[in-house]
């Protein structure tokens, strides 16, 4: 039974390129979130969302950071014109329903050059 | 949101000793997860403990979530135990966690 995956696990994008990092979770779970970690910092919620519904993104920044979970396929989460401030390690967690244990992905982290 | 505060903030141990992590959070929670992140930094579910005890077995931990806290106890530590402990609440209304600080933990010889 594999847990969640995250690709890729590293990623070197130069300032204003766009990354675009993939999760897909557990197999039976249909909830998925993405979280954030600055260097030395805990984990910050970005985004919360279903099949084809983004439920809560109270954590993205407003501008060049989206993220999609279609009905097939992967969630993605997209990030256009990065700056030196987005690196970071970017988790995705998946859980079975809205209120059950989360479990996380490897995570994918991202150096902006 | 949920404020999160995690003590101590760093802890050394020498190998065989036991310790206490607390967790204190400043609103009702429906959720809770104990993680520990190791030093290639995974995340690694320890315990979902939204109320009462559980037992893992050198770990344990308890939540009482009518005084608003957790605490994660260690026994007879390991250098594999070294790495930092986020404890992580789940908002009442929604579903997003939110981590505390960590207790970043270095267990010695």
Known sequence: NAGVMQNPRHLVRRRGQEARLRCSPMKGHSHVYWYRQLPEEGLKFMVYLQKENIIDESGMPKERFSAEFPKEGPSILRIQQVVRGDSAAYFCASSKTSDNEQFFGPGTRLTVL | ?109
């Open chain 2, 1 to 109: 949101g949920i404020q999160v505060e995690q003590s101590p903030p760093d802890l050394i141990l020498q190998e065989g000793a036991n310790s206490t992590l607390r967790c204190n959070f400043s609103d009702s929670v429906n959720n809770l997860q104990w993680f520990h992140q190791n030093p290639w930094g995974q995340l690694i579910n320890l315990f979902y403990i939204p109320s009462g005890t559980k037992q893992n077995g050198r770990l344990s931990a308890t939540t009482v979530a009518t005084e608003r806290y957790s605490s994660l106890y260690i026994s007879s530590s390991q250098t594999t135990d070294s790495g930092v402990y986020f404890c992580a609440p789940g908002d009442g209304t929604a579903s997003k966690l939110t981590f505390g600080t960590g207790t970043r933990l270095q267990v010695t010889l």
